[in-house]
């Protein structure tokens, strides 16, 4: 094909290849690296401490530990996870201190003579 048959000399354009050096553009990415969710470590301990709840001290972190990591799951906009087990500690740990509220009423009140 020849400069007097191309449809942009037809035009008056003259069209010249773009003269980029390599190097000169950022290469593209066509996907965002991939996002690790993690488990909120307070979420964890919240549940093992509520399977502690026979000690008072168990039943007392669970709930501690629980509140704590459901208001950091909350903020962190889901990086992170572990709002069922946060739950479950909680639910745990609750119900160790009404087990141990039970027992010091019930203990004061001579029910075990």
Same mark, same amino acid.
């Given at each position: 094909?020849?400069?007097?048959? %191309?449809?942009?000399?037809?035009?008056?354009? %003259?069209?010249?290849?773009? %003269?980029?050096?390599?190097? %000169?553009?950022?290469?593209?990415?066509?996907y965002p690296p991939p996002v690790r969710v993690r488990t909120n470590g307070l979420?964890?301990?919240?549940? !093992?401490?509520? *399977? *502690?709840?026979?000690?008072?001290?168990?039943?007392?972190?669970?709930?501690?530990?629980?509140?704590?990591?459901l208001s950091q799951i909350k903020r962190s906009r889901g990086w992170q996870r572990?709002?069922?087990?946060? !739950?479950?500690? *909680?639910? *745990?740990?609750?119900?160790?201190? !009404?087990?141990?509220?039970?027992?010091?009423?019930?203990?004061?009140?001579?029910?075990?003579?």
């Amino acid at each position: 094909m020849t400069a007097s048959s %191309s449809p942009a000399s037809s035009s008056g354009a %003259s069209f010249t290849q773009a %003269s980029f050096t390599e190097g %000169s553009f950022a290469p593209v990415r066509p996907y965002p690296p991939p996002v690790r969710v993690r488990t909120n470590g307070l979420a964890i301990a919240a549940l !093992v401490s509520g *399977l *502690l709840f026979i000690t008072m001290i168990g039943a007392v972190l669970a709930v501690i530990f629980g509140h704590i990591s459901l208001s950091q799951i909350k903020r962190s906009r889901g990086w992170q996870r572990g709002n069922g087990m946060a !739950v479950a500690g *909680l639910i *745990l740990g609750y119900a160790g201190l !009404v087990v141990f509220a039970v027992a010091f009423i019930s203990a004061g009140t001579g029910a075990f003579e």
